[in-house]
T-cell receptor
Framework: KQEVTQIPAALSVPEGENLVLNCSFTDSAIYNLQWFRQDPGKGLTSLLLIQSSQREQTSGRLNASLDKSSGRSTLYIAASQPGDSATYLCAVSTDSWGKFQFGAGTQVVVTP | NAGVTQTPKFQVLKTGQSMTLQCAQDMNHNSMYWYRQDPGMGLRLIYYSASEGTTDKGEVPNGYNVSRLNKREFSLRLESAAPSQTSVYFC?????????????FGSGTRLTVV
């Protein structure tokens, strides 16, 4: 069974610093990987999706990398802002049905 | 605005009561999913529907039933609620059939079973 781990569970950084969020998974035979943002009491918003054939995806200040052989993905957020404070979840799919296995998330606080 | 709508947003049930959580999407997506989120844990898949008329079990289906009423609507039913079903429930949809695996989530239903 695919296990998805996100360490650390919580992270606090000063505004302007780059954020590095880690995700590891146990089965390297993934179909795709998706990063989400969740604000308190809200639903999840998809940030980036990386297909298994890709090494990275970028959107604005966000960049996600994928290394299937080592079972890792990293989400980079450049020049963090207080508005980036949220919980970030990583999710991995191992088939084409679109079912995802989620990590527990990393709670990020960006202090002004 | 296009998206996924869940109702109700909050619900308190007594043990043994039944209820149905509603989900509707206007994204023209074929695939829909129900997840539950518990503190300190990632989301876990309850059921999914790859297309209208089909449903399949996910990781934690016990105690739940689903209905894919039409392409837009996918409901989750608790027949006899138990305290272990206290959770936040999320519905999601994707255009998986046309290669769009990105999820659109609803805002969730916070359910408490006492």
């Amino acid at each position: 069974k695919q296990e998805v781990t996100q360490i650390p569970a919580a992270l606090s950084v000063p505004e302007g610093e780059n954020l590095v969020l880690n995700c590891s998974f146990t089965d390297s035979a993934i179909y795709n990987l998706q990063w989400f943002r969740q604000d308190p009491g809200k639903g999840l918003t998809s940030l980036l999706l990386i297909q298994s054939s890709q090494r990275e995806q970028t959107s604005g200040r966000l960049n996600a990398s994928l290394d299937k052989s080592s079972g890792r993905s990293t989400l980079y957020i450049a020049a963090s802002q207080p508005g980036d404070s949220a919980t970030y979840l990583c999710a991995v799919s191992t088939d084409s049905w679109g079912k995802f296995q989620f990590g527990a998330g990393t709670q990020v606080v960006v202090t002004p | 605005n296009a998206g996924v709508t869940q109702t109700p947003k909050f619900q308190v049930l007594k043990t043994g009561q039944s209820m149905t959580l509603q989900c509707a999407q206007d994204m023209n997506h074929n695939s829909m999913y129900w997840y539950r989120q518990d503190p300190g844990m990632g989301l876990r898949l309850i059921y999914y529907s790859a297309s209208e008329g089909t449903t399949d079990k996910g990781e934690v289906p016990n105690g739940y039933n689903v209905s894919r009423l039409n392409k837009r609507e996918f409901s989750l039913r608790l027949e006899s609620a138990a305290p272990s079903q206290t959770s936040v429930y999320f519905c999601a949809s994707s255009g998986r059939d046309r290669g769009d695996y990105g999820y659109t989530f609803g805002s969730g239903t916070r359910l408490t079973v006492v």
